[in-house]
T-cell receptor, first 114, second 110 residues
Framework: GEDVEQSLFLSVREGDSSVINCTYT??????LYWYKQEPGAGLQLLTY?????DMKQDQRLTVLLNKKDKHLSLRIADTQTGDSAIYFC??????????????FGKGTHLIIQP | EADIYQTPRYLVIGTGKKITLECSQT?????MYWYQQDPGMELHLIHY???????EKGDLSSESTVSRIRTEHFPLTLESARPSHTSQYLC?????????FGPGTRLTVL
C-alpha cells in the first residue's frame, strides 16, 4: 500500500535553512513531488524529482532523494517570511501525475521566527 | 502558472441542498482530479477522469458524483449536502509529469 509520512510542524529562524523530510513506502514510485499551500489557497507545485535521480536543485530549493531508505527531503535556503506555508510531499506510482492521482502526506507546517 | 479555475471559492449552504462545484482548465489536459482536504489538512483523492466521458472513483469513498462532457470542464455534484460534507475541495489537472491545482472551494454545510 501507499503511505507518505511527514512531521507536522517545523519552526526555523528567518535566514536559516529549512529542511522538510518525508518518507514513503511504495518502492514503485516513479515521481515524487513537493507542493506548497498558503492559507486559503490551492496547492502550488514547487518541484518534483524522478525516482532515478538523487538530487535536484532549483534556486533556493534542493530536493534530495534516498531511494534505498525511501526518504525525500526539501531544503529551502535563506528561509523568508513568505515561505511560511504548509508543504506537502506526494508520490505517483504510474507516470507523473498519473490518472489514479497522487498520494499525499499530511503536510508540514513551516513556521518562520523573526 | 496553471490555468485552472474553481467556483465558487466559498459556499455556505443548508442541509439537503443540491450543489455543484465547478472546475475548468484551459490547458487541454485530459486527466483531471478532485481531492477532498479535511480539517487536519490531509488530501484524499475522491474522483478522477482520463478524458471526456471517463470518470472513476478515487481512494476515498464519496457521496459526490462527477461528469466529464467536455475536456475543459469537470464539475462535482452533491445531490443532498450534509454537515459531514464540510471540507475543502481541490480540483487538479495533469499534463506531462505534473498535476496543477485550482484554488479550491471551501464548502460549509450547516
Amino acid at each position: 500500500g501507499e503511505d507518505v509520512e511527514q512531521s507536522l510542524f517545523l519552526s526555523v529562524r528567518e535566514g536559516d535553512s529549512s529542511v522538510i523530510n518525508c518518507t514513503y513506502t511504495d518502492s514503485s514510485s516513479t515521481y515524487l513531488y513537493w507542493y506548497k499551500q498558503e492559507p486559503g489557497a490551492g496547492l502550488q507545485l514547487l518541484t518534483y524529482i524522478f525516482s532515478n535521480m538523487d538530487m535536484k536543485q532549483d534556486q533556493r530549493l534542493t530536493v534530495l532523494l534516498n531511494k534505498k531508505d525511501k526518504h525525500l527531503s526539501l531544503r529551502i535556503a535563506d528561509t523568508q517570511t513568505g515561505d511560511s506555508a504548509i508543504y506537502f510531499c506526494a508520490e505517483s506510482i504510474v507516470s507523473g501525475g498519473g490518472a489514479d492521482g497522487l498520494t499525499f502526506g499530511k503536510g508540514t507546517h513551516l513556521i518562520i521566527q523573526p | 502558472e496553471a490555468d485552472i479555475y474553481q467556483t465558487p471559492r466559498y459556499l455556505v449552504i443548508g442541509t439537503g441542498k443540491k450543489i455543484t462545484l465547478e472546475c475548468s482548465q484551459t490547458m487541454g489536459h485530459d486527466k483531471m482530479y478532485w481531492y477532498q482536504q479535511d480539517p487536519g489538512m490531509e488530501l484524499h483523492l475522491i474522483h478522477y477522469s482520463y478524458g471526456v466521458n471517463s470518470t472513476e472513483k478515487g481512494d476515498l469513498s464519496s457521496e459526490s458524483t462527477v461528469s466529464r462532457i467536455r475536456t475543459e470542464h469537470f464539475p462535482l455534484t452533491l445531490e443532498s449536502a450534509r454537515p459531514s460534507h464540510t471540507s475543502q475541495y481541490l480540483c487538479a489537472s495533469a499534463g506531462g509529469d505534473t498535476q496543477y491545482f485550482g484554488p479550491g472551494t471551501r464548502l460549509t454545510v450547516l
